[in-house]
């Protein structure tokens, strides 16, 4: 399996700010990396796909990169709804595996 | 519109088999390239892929659970059902399907259903 480490597990953050959260693949990947946003008792929300592209309606403050085994997820500036939990996952292979998630916090 | 919901027990007991249901809309299983997955989280841990099944037929499993999952279609009825045998509390968690697709490769969840909790406990 490819494990998937994210970090930080937690972050606080102040609206406004510019946040980055790193997600590293044991191994390379492809940039067949996904982004989602999690809100208490809601199902996960795709955000970003292709370690870069944005889903449709998700807002342009989020933004990703990376390539071959490390990526990341930048918010530009928070937003009052950003403050969630994020978690990564490989669609590279089989099993697909999600990081244990960045849960982002109010300062 | 493409929308995605899971039914089943809430409660089941240790040792016995659970069985859920994905009832989906707004897309066919006959399509090329659609497929249906089966995620869960425990209470207040990460997300865990479970198994997948494409409109050929193609079925992907997590290898630690392997021998205890088994997804299939209904495309006439527009479902998935994942069955998961010997229970045990530790499978207690919130279960989603979820819409992807793969055409050149495969590609990540852009449609979740809602989820269902199932409690494994005597």
């Known amino acids: 399996d490819i494990q998937m480490t994210q970090s930080p597990s937690s972050l606080s953050a102040s609206v406004g700010d510019r946040v980055t959260i790193t997600c590293r693949a044991s191994?390379?990947?492809?940039?067949?990396l996904a982004w989602y946003q999690q809100k208490p008792g809601k199902a996960p929300k795709l955000l970003l796909y292709a370690a870069s592209r944005l889903e449709s309606g998700v807002p342009s403050r989020f933004s990703g990169s990376g390539s071959g085994t490390d990526y990341t997820l930048t918010i530009s500036s928070l937003q009052p709804e950003d403050f969630a939990t994020y978690y990564c996952q490989q669609y590279y292979s089989t099993p697909q595996t999600f990081g244990q998630g960045t849960k982002l916090e109010i300062k | 519109q493409i929308t995605l919901k899971e039914s089943g027990p809430t409660l089941v007991k240790p040792t016995q088999t659970l069985t859920l249901t994905c009832t989906f809309s707004g897309f066919s299983l006959s399509t090329s390239g659609v497929g249906v997955g089966w995620i869960r989280q425990p209470p207040g841990k990460a997300l865990e892929w479970l198994a997948l099944?494409?409109?050929?037929?193609?079925?992907r499993y997590s290898p630690s659970l392997k021998s205890r999952l088994t997804i299939t279609k209904d495309t006439s009825k527009n479902q998935v059902v994942l069955t998961m045998t010997n229970m045990d509390p530790v499978d207690t968690a919130t279960y989603y399907c979820?819409?992807?697709?793969?055409?050149?490769?495969?590609?990540?969840?852009?449609?979740w259903g809602q989820g269902t909790l199932v409690t494994v406990s005597s």
């Open positions: 099944i494409y409109w050929n037929d193609d079925k």
């Open positions: 191994q390379g990947i492809s940039n067949s």
């Open positions: 979820a819409h992807s697709r793969r055409f050149l490769a495969p590609e990540p969840f852009d449609y």
